[in-house]
């Protein structure tokens, strides 16, 4: 079983920056694709970014593009998110993502992902 936690959540002024974390249990997630969605109140969990297991394959939502880096440190088994030029409508429950399953592209749904963090709050105020 794999568990994932993440941190580096908090309240931010547009504009400002954040880096989340996300520390994984077991040293085979270095071999595991990595994704980080969000969830702000009344809305539907969405994708934000993800990385393949080697780190040099990303893919990132439209509406972050440019803004935020993903990134991770298999050494350490850690994943990151660098959020830079941060919005109000940034502010949600940012959970972190894996699964070892390999696919054809990186994947960017929920279901295709097994094991989830439980979450950290990002709030930006304007």
């Known amino acids: 079983q794999v568990q994932l936690v993440e941190s580096g959540g908090g309240l931010v002024q547009a504009g400002g920056s954040l880096r989340l974390s996300c520390a994984a249990s077991?040293?085979?997630?270095?071999?595991?694709?990595m994704g980080w969605f969000r969830q702000a109140p009344g809305k539907e969990r969405e994708f934000v970014a993800t990385v393949g297991w080697g780190g040099g394959s990303t893919y990132y939502a439209d509406s972050v593009l440019g803004r935020f880096t993903i990134s991770r440190d298999n050494a350490e088994n850690t994943v990151y998110l660098q959020m830079n030029s941060l919005k109000p409508e940034d502010t949600a429950v940012y959970y972190c993502?894996?699964?070892?399953?390999?696919?054809?592209?990186?994947?960017?749904?929920?279901?295709?992902?097994?094991?989830w963090g439980q979450g950290t709050q990002v709030t930006v105020s304007s």
């Open positions: 993502a894996a699964d070892r399953r390999v696919y054809r592209l990186l994947p960017t749904q929920e279901v295709e992902y097994a094991y």
């Open positions: 077991a040293r085979t997630t270095s071999s595991y694709v």
